[in-house]
């Protein structure tokens, strides 16, 4: 038995005539124009100039890869960072909106349908007849998808969304790196304060000796007047550390959404830190990972898109309109009348805009080409990136072992200088000199520990390693 809906459709659309005319509108809007773009050629790198043999071949970085300094009060911070940090959140809302963006791109590639109703009523305070009248209308409007234009602007919106989710991964990557070198910094600020104010008092001390030794006539003046200079430099110095500390924490709060005000850090010392393992990806993983790369092969994709929608401009539209509308005066009886229906197609052709379109298409094939080298330049710029980073830790790495021992002679250079100073053995000048040399060998290798960190740090970021969303 056929449906009594089927009374509501007009009978020659019943008899197939719609049913045709819909299946040539799909058949015609399956040609789509070529964009008539060449993806660029990307420079292909099997291994690392910089890599030795601990660090070639090996696993890569995980996500979580701060957890390897084996600091809980680093991992709290990151974790706030992740969940509170204000430029991640505005990164998510512009996700958000993209994806909003995606929605509306795709309604193009749908009929719009809508139905409207009216009941009237009608007479006079005289007459108490009342005239009565219904209408109901439903519409339809397609418009066929001739040249792809409307997928490629869907797809263009899909590229551009893919394009900022990268970015929010970015965004994440660069809030974890900061938040792990603002601490480190910290920390190492912290301690070159307390070295400092050590240095201050074996300063002081100095002071004490060369003091009583004026008193008795066993040095002289200038002495006295030098090492009441070396306390004075070395009491200055501490300020701008404590000012610079003061300048990593408040930096800390912000990026954990905090005020600084208030906002407080455990401490501990840089040598009760483990050093993550130095690991490394081949370079076609790193940039199959990097979410730089990968957004710039997303707006590249965009903009591919781009060029069918500004082609298809140049073609003739063809837009299909449908009306059902039942009218009656008895609501009852509202649909059992033969409806009025319309069916209707319209074509549009641009004839003249004084060149407009077509120079649309040439910027837009423009826009292509350069971020196409914006792509190539982003690739090169991320392998070199990388290979120098791995480089750099190498490099730290000597670079620290050899200030160690620097620190380790000055320490006894010092401490001999001190006791010979008060036999009587040397002058005060050599005391002075042993005193700069071992604050400066303090200062460098806790600077070099900090560099070595932060460039660990840094490897990280350039080998893509995303920290993960569920955290």
């Known amino acids: 038995m056929a449906s009594p809906h089927l009374n509501l459709i007009p009978k020659p659309i019943r008899d197939g005539k719609l ?20 993806r660029p050629a990307v420079p292909v790198v099997s291994n690392w100039d910089y890599a030795d043999d601990s660090t070639q071949h090996t696993p890569p970085p995980p996500a ?20 509170q940090n204000l430029e ?3 990164a998510q809302a512009r996700l958000r909106q993209a994806q909003s963006q995606v929605t509306i791109a795709s309604a193009s590639l749908w009929p719009s349908l809508s139905l409207s109703g009216l009941a009237e009523h009608s007479g006079s305070s005289q007459n ?38 990268f970015d929010q991964a970015t965004v994440r990557t660069t809030t974890v790196a900061s938040v ?49 200079a070396q306390v004075a430099s070395q009491t200055a110095a501490i300020p701008s550390l404590q000012q610079q500390a003061r300048q990593a924490r408040a930096a800390l709060a912000v990026l954990s959404g905090r005020p600084a005000q208030g906002f407080t850090l455990e401490s501990t010392r840089l040598d009760h ?19 730089d790369v990968q957004q710039a092969e ?7 898109a781009n060029i069918v929608v500004a082609r298809a401009a140049l073609y003739p539209s063809l837009r299909l309109n449908g009306s059902l509308q039942w009218q009656n005066a008895h609501s009852g009886d509202l649909f059992s009348s033969d409806p009025l229906w319309s069916l209707a197609g319209s074509v549009t052709q641009s004839l003249f805009q004084g060149g407009s379109l077509r120079a649309q298409v040439e910027t837009s094939r423009s826009v292509y080409e350069e971020l196409a080298a914006d792509y190539v330049r982003t690739v090169l710029s991320a392998l070199a990136d990388a290979d120098l980073a791995l480089a750099n830790v190498l490099s730290l790495q000597r670079q620290l072992e050899a200030q160690i021992e620097q620190e380790n002679q000055a320490r006894i250079a010092n401490e001999l200088a001190q006791t010979r100073y008060r036999a009587g053995g040397v002058d005060l000048l050599t005391v002075l000199e042993t005193q ?10 806790l600077q070099l520990q900090l560099a070595r960190f932060q460039g660990m740090v840094t490897l990280y970021r350039e080998l893509g390693a995303v920290p993960p969303p569920d955290l």
């Open 64 to 83: 979580d890869w701060w957890r390897g300094f084996g600091s809980q009060p680093l991992d709290q911070l990151v974790r706030r960072a992740l969940q």
């Open 88 to 90: 991640i959140a505005a």
């Open 273 to 291: 830190l483990r050093l993550p393992e130095a690991t490394q990806d081949l370079p076609a993983a790193v940039l199959a990972r990097r979410p």
């Open 180 to 228: 792990v070198n603002r601490y480190l910094e910290w920390l190492a600020l912290e301690e070159r304060i307390r070295v400092a104010n050590n240095n201050l008092t074996n300063a002081q001390q100095v002071l004490d000796v060369v003091e009583a030794r004026y008193r008795y006539g066993a040095d002289t003046a200038l002495s006295l007047a030098q090492q009441r």
């Open 298 to 304: 997303a707006i590249l994709q965009a903009a591919g």
């Open 436 to 445: 700069r040399s071992l604050f400066s060998a303090q200062d460098s290798r």
């Open 128 to 165: 108490s007849d009342r005239d009565h009248a219904y209408s109901a209308a439903g519409a339809a409007s397609y418009e066929l998808d001739l040249w792809g234009s409307n997928r490629a602007t869907r797809n263009a919106a899909i590229a551009q969304r893919d394009a900022v989710q």
């Open 19 to 38: 049913a045709s005319l819909c299946m040539l509108a799909v058949l015609i809007s399956a040609c789509t124009l070529s964009p008539e773009v060449e």
